[in-house]
């Protein structure tokens, strides 16, 4: 079985702040992981993925996140948080082989102040 | 606009009622998801076509719901019998087969609630 955690409901930050959202994940194989953002009432916007390669990855709005085998995590963070950041955000993850469903975790709210 | 469509956006209705949801996903992507997510939640995967064939189905997809993709393009969601705690947001998404090409691309999701 696979699965995601994201130990903080809630992240506050001050505009111009780094950021980091926290991301665990359980999987027997190597994972894909995937960052989403959802803005109210609306749908899931990707952010960036893991598949292979580089630990460091970059996406969409100057986020990034880190893959770390040894920690299973896979942290989105970002150098300076606009209050525009203001969403929920989705961690995810699926094995490389076999089944293609996401297993998503609970989803952390950032709040950015001015 | 190429992304993930679904209609309706809302829909209300009555306990015991039929309802029916369509997804139509970006052109050219042959696999197609359906999830749902009800409040405070992430989203949990429903089913999984790749053109017109059902190959994964969650066991949260009783016998009350149904998808079908008969031409592989468009999908259909039916919840049959609907209950209040069917009342959730349901979201399609669709990728692409092509190796590396992995991102499930969302659309705005259809907001279902049962009285």
């Known amino acids: 079985a696979q699965s995601v955690a994201q130990p903080e409901d809630q992240v506050n930050v001050a505009e111009g702040n780094p950021l980091t959202v926290k991301c665990t994940y359980s999987v027997s194989g190597n994972p894909y992981l995937f960052w989403y953002v959802q803005y109210p009432n609306r749908g899931l916007q990707f952010l960036l993925k893991y598949i292979t390669g580089d630990n460091l990855v970059k996406g969409s709005y100057g986020f990034e996140a880190e893959f770390n085998k040894s920690q299973t995590s896979f942290h989105l963070k970002k150098p300076s948080a606009l209050v525009s950041d203001s969403a929920l955000y989705f961690c995810?993850?699926?094995?490389?082989?076999?089944?293609?469903?996401?297993?998503f975790g609970s989803g952390t709210r950032l709040q950015v102040q001015p | 606009d190429t992304g993930v469509s679904q209609d309706p956006r809302h829909k209300i209705t009555k306990r015991g009622q039929n309802v029916t949801f369509r997804c139509d996903p970006i052109s050219e992507h042959n696999r197609l998801y359906w999830y749902r997510q009800t409040l405070g939640q992430g989203p949990e995967f429903l089913t999984y076509f790749q053109n017109e064939a059902q190959l994964e189905k969650s066991r949260l997809l009783s016998d009350r719901f149904s998808a079908e993709r008969p031409k592989g393009s468009f999908s259909t969601l039916e919840i049959q019998r609907t209950e209040q705690g069917d009342s959730a947001m349901y979201l399609c998404?669709?990728?692409?087969?092509?190796?590396?090409?992995?991102?499930?691309?969302f659309g705005p999701g259809t907001r279902l609630l049962v009285l």
């Open positions: 998404a669709s990728s692409s087969a092509r190796w590396g090409q992995e991102t499930q691309y």
């Open positions: 995810a993850v699926r094995l490389d082989t076999g089944r293609r469903a996401l297993t």
